[in-house]
């Protein structure tokens, strides 16, 4: 454990610089408006400042995991269902893979809560499966060799020629929900797959093919909301925006802070017994399996060691 956190130092230095100077110009430029043309009342300032400084630690410690987890995991995932030379497998698990890595983007779950007119579940789903239908369509591309802008061209094509044919309120809605493609979750993990697609090729045009899945699966969720634009009839509402937390200091802020994460403590506390309590109900392992390997295998997942 020393020596991985050891090794983890100098990349969690490396990654706290990064989310510095990726947060640090937006802070200062909301600031910069938030004293000269667009006054905020004291709390919201003091939410803002401390969301910043809570934004960093985020970005830190999620791209210091995606390099050190999901990169080699998504580069081992499209080795190996390539290297399986099953067609039909490689589109299933393509799909699947932009389908849940979608749903699991966090700003496609603000996008869907900022648009009233559409349920939140019916546009999560359209978006991930416009991801997932066109990571099919990159991985077709890499694996036949198709250039990539003969297809953005067609693509586009389709897309304004269904924009003309869709209601207005859909219009932008389509177009922002393409920016969920480029999220945190969704790139690494396509990015790493369409390295590991394109390394089984093995010619010298397999890396250059490795690009451009960003780019092809952006046009998905475009296509998606359009189509669904046509075929769905929006209610008509008005979006509401939440009503921010009005605190009198930073003392009563930093007081709201400890008690949210005292009782997200709680909850994992409770999940923590849970696990036990379930670990400790299961049979030992030499009544379940006979075989010293099946004991070793399924110890972790049905049974509890033997004391």
């Not at 496609?108 to 579940?121: E, F, H, K, N, R």
């Not at 932008?172 to 993990?189: E, I, K, N, R, Y």
């Not at 669904?228 to 009503?243: E, H, K, M, N």
Request: glycine residues 8%; hydrophobic residues 55%.
């Amino acid at each position: 454990m020393d020596i991985i956190l050891r090794r983890s130092l100098p990349k969690l230095r490396e990654k706290l610089l990064e989310a510095l100077q990726a947060v640090l110009p937006i802070v200062a430029i909301v600031l910069v408006l938030c004293f000269t043309v667009a006054p905020v009342s004291p709390s919201i300032l003091l939410c803002f400042l401390l969301g910043a400084a809570m934004i960093v630690v985020g970005i830190m410690f999620f791209t210091l995991g995606a390099e050190m987890s999901m990169t080699p995991m998504g580069e081992r995932v499209g080795a190996v269902i390539t290297r399986s030379r099953k067609l039909l497998l490689i589109l299933v698990l393509g799909f699947l893979l932009g389908f849940l890595i979608t749903i699991s983007e966090p700003d496609l779950q603000v996008l869907a809560d900022q648009v009233p007119s559409i349920p939140s579940g019916t546009l999560i789903f359209s978006v991930a499966a416009g991801v997932g239908l066109f990571l099919v369509f990159a991985f077709l591309r890499m694996l036949i060799g198709v250039a990539l802008p003969k297809l953005l061209v067609l693509f586009y094509g389709l897309i304004f020629l269904l924009a003309a044919f869709v209601p207005k309120e859909f219009l932008a809605v389509a177009f922002d929900s393409g920016g969920v493609a480029s999220g945190p979750m969704t790139v690494p993990f396509i990015m790493a797959l369409g390295v590991g697609v394109s390394a089984i090729r093995g010619d010298r045009h397999a890396a250059d093919d490795s690009f451009g899945l960003v780019a092809m699966c952006s046009i998905g969720p475009i296509l998606a909301v359009l189509t669904l634009g046509i075929a769905f009839r929006a209610a008509d509402s008005t979006y509401i925006p939440p009503v921010l937390l009005e605190v009198a200091d930073s003392v009563e802020l930093w007081q709201l802070f400890r008690d949210f994460v005292f009782s997200i403590c709680i909850k994992f506390k409770n999940i923590r017994k849970k696990a036990a309590k379930y670990l400790t109900s299961r049979p030992p392992c030499d009544k379940v399996f006979g075989s010293r390997l099946r004991r070793v295998f399924f110890q972790a997942h049905f049974c509890r060691p033997i004391a």
